[in-house]
């Protein structure tokens, strides 16, 4: 009895232990704000960004110490035969240890304090540039979703003209033209929806990878898109800021600092660092105790390459530092105008010029029933349509895509907020 007790309580363990082990779920429907939270746990690039810096305090830890290696201890022990044929032992005891000169010591930790900082800058501005893929991953498959809406709707009308047409042309109603061109029509709705379909697809794969998680998968979300304009300061205000909160180009400057202080590590290596010794020994019965210093004579090997090379890595750190500037200065200006652009583009665009094309071809479809208007007015009706869905969608899309450029270009400053699931979040 106590073995089959045993075993069920080994049973029960193992049972939590594999559940423990197992990953957490992804929460669904998924919202915005636990998108965001998922992925700063788990996104790939921001694991990675952390295991690196991990890396760096290693390297930080192995370069703060006081002296260049631990002390080394020498035994020794020989036998000395005298004339007479007998034995004495001889021992000696030598303790060293080598000392930092010239400050090279704190030049190393220097260094890596500078790498390990600007690893830190580093994290903070993927976690920013993550946060706002995140974000346009998400709005953009909000998108995907209203342009599957849109197209089941237009095939639903296409679908019943063309019914409609196909019925009048067996009754003798109707002409070939006519009947044909609301085949076309269906047609071309059935691949829309298609397409629409397909953006849906990738959009949500395109999050899945960004979260981690199963592309498999279903992925829910839940929100309603409904971007609200960007609280913008002016231009010079922006840069400025910009620059002082991009977190990459913080770490560029560490970086720049730690090769400065490597380059003066490698002009300082031609001082020799010193090793101090002290000694014991017996000899014939006699004690000896004594010290001293050495160190290697730097005749040969002169670390003439070691400063060529630490020369030419602040060189490339300088030149990335201020390549990077420019380039941050040409995201934000060139993310400021797609902004501006995007935002006058899906207010001309809305979802009532969407309605009124819907309109206009329902209203040319009871017209062409009614024998008032022909073939060539529905078709002109239905590129309509099509055509204004496709600008009102593309509109969404630049305005998504505009708005979370402009967050990654400047760190994070400024955030596109989804109003509407704010809204509904809050209720």
Known sequence: MRFYLILGAAGLCLAAAVQAAEPEQLPQPLTLDRALEWAERYNPTLRGARIELRRNQGVFEHADVAVPSNPELELESAERQAPDGSTTTDIGVRLSQEFWIAGQGGLREAAAESRLAGARSQLDFLRAAIRARVRAAFLQTLVAGRAVDTAEAVLAVNRDLANYAERRLEA????????????????????????????????????????????????????????????????????????????????????????????????????????????????????????????????????????????????????????????????????????????????????????????????????????????????????????????????????????????????????????????????
């Open 172 to 427: 003798g109603k109707a002409n070939r033209l006519e009947a044909n061109t609301a085949r076309i029509g269906l047609g071309r709705a059935r691949a829309l929806l298609a397409q629409a379909r397909n953006r849906q697809a990738q959009a949500r794969l395109r999050l899945a990878e960004l979260l981690a998680v199963d592309p498999s998968e279903p992925l829910s979300l839940r929100g309603r898109l409904a971007p609200a304009p960007l609280q913008l300061p002016n231009q010079d205000q922006l840069l400025q800021r910009a620059v002082q909160r991009r977190g990459d180009l913080a770490a560029a400057a560490k970086e720049v600092s730690a090769a400065q202080e490597e380059l003066k590590l490698a002009r300082r290596q031609i001082v020799p660092n010193l090793k101090v010794f002290g000694f014991y020994g017996e000899e014939e019965k006699a004690e000896i105790t004594g010290g001293g210093v050495s160190f290697e004579l730097p005749l040969l090997h002169r670390y003439g390459g070691e400063r060529k090379q630490a020369s030419a890595e602040l060189d490339a750190a300088l030149l990335e530092r201020n390549t990077l500037q420019r380039t941050v200065r040409v995201q934000v200006l060139s993310g400021l105008s797609d902004y501006r652009a995007a935002r006058e583009r899906a207010a001309a665009l809305t979802e009532e010029v969407v309605a009124a094309a819907n309109e206009n071809f329902e209203l040319t479809q009871a017209a062409f029933e009614a024998g008032e208007l022909g073939a060539p007015a529905l078709t002109a009706a239905q590129d309509t349509l099509i055509n204004t869905r496709r600008d009102y969608l593309d509109a969404l899309d630049a305005l998504v895509a505009a708005g979370t450029d402009l967050e990654r270009a400047t760190g994070g400053l400024i955030a596109m907020d989804n109003a509407a699931a704010r809204s509904e979040a809050s209720q």
